[in-house]
Nanobody, 125 residues
Framework: QVQLVESGGGLVQAGNSLRLSCAAS????????MGWFRQAPGKEREFVAA????????YHVDSLKGRFTISRDNAKNTVYLQMNRLKPEDTAVYYC??????????????????WGQGTQVTVSS
């Protein structure tokens, strides 16, 4: 069982940056692929980025490449999402998620077994 707790969300002006964190419980964090998803009001949950257990491989949705970056620190059981040059359309609840995989990563929400409660990001214009 893995418990995930996101933090770092908030209200920010367009053009600024935020870094989200997701702290995971357990002693086998490096055995889990991690992902970030987001859900805006009235929209379906969408994939943002994923990272393999070792952190050696990352995958970002094309529309966010260059602005958003996923990373992880396995010594701290934490995955991060660095968000730069934020836009009002980035406003959403951001979720981290995990599934057990030594080498893989996925952009499919159905692959993930564990989810955090989400953290709100609001970008004002």
């Amino acid at each position: 069982q893995v418990q995930l707790v996101e933090s770092g969300g908030g209200l920010v002006q367009a053009g600024n940056s935020l870094r989200l964190s997701c702290a995971a419980s357990g002693r086998t964090f490096s055995s889990y692929a991690m992902g970030w998803f987001r859900q805006a009001p009235g929209k379906e949950r969408e994939f943002v980025a994923a990272i393999s257990g070792s952190g050696g491989t990352t995958y970002h949705v094309d529309s966010l490449k260059g602005r958003f970056t996923i990373s992880r620190d396995n010594a701290k059981n934490t995955v991060y999402l660095q968000m730069n040059r934020l836009k009002p359309e980035d406003t959403a609840v951001y979720y981290c998620a995990a599934y057990r995989s030594l080498v893989g990563y996925s952009g499919n929400a159905k692959a993930y077994d564990y989810w955090g409660q989400g953290t709100q990001v609001t970008v004002s214009s």
